[in-house]
């Protein structure tokens, strides 16, 4: 039987985690690309079912099995990352309900007030973990925050998008190839 050293179950969680991380990016980059395109051209559908609803469904079914497995193994993600991003869900599904329930928040700004409060998660988690790119994410999201801010329409989706994938899923991409290497190299 082979036995892996500690730091080598350590890297292999955090592949597994950035993995999830990395396919959340890129499904919301999809829906946020399609609600765009859907806009654009005016296309007859009900997004929200067809964009929306169907992604967000299979992600957290990908999610929930990625937990279980991590569950069964008997590994624990770090505690103080897990707490903010939970407090940036619930801080973005907050916003997103007052966005879609209330005038207070125009639907056309929920993709600006979303890229605040993960500029913000971003800060906290670099923080907490001592990873300077990471904190420094935070000021690429509170840039693209203020950016659309000052956009009309629904290029903000598109832009949403964009960082979406530059500030997230390129980062984790990156990682995680420097992360298999390391444990090939093992």
Known sequence: MITHSPNQEIRKIAYRSQLVVLLWAL??????TLEFLVDFYSV???SVVYVWSLSIFMAVVASFVFLRVEAEDGITLP?????????????????SAVSLLTPVLPTASL????????????????????????????????LGAAVLFRLSGSVGLLL????LVALVAVPIAVRLVLIRRRLGAQ
């Open 27 to 32: 499904i919301l980059a999809k829906c946020f």
């Open 44 to 46: 007859p559908i009900d």
């Open 79 to 95: 505690r103080q990352p897990t707490i903010v991003w939970g407090l940036a869900a619930i801080g973005i599904l907050l916003l």
């Open 111 to 142: 993709p600006a007030a979303i890229a605040l409060v993960i500029g913000c998660a971003c800060l906290a988690h670099g923080l907490a973990v001592r990873d300077r790119l990471q904190s420094a994410t935070a000021f690429g999201w509170w």
């Open 160 to 163: 949403f998008a964009f960082l």
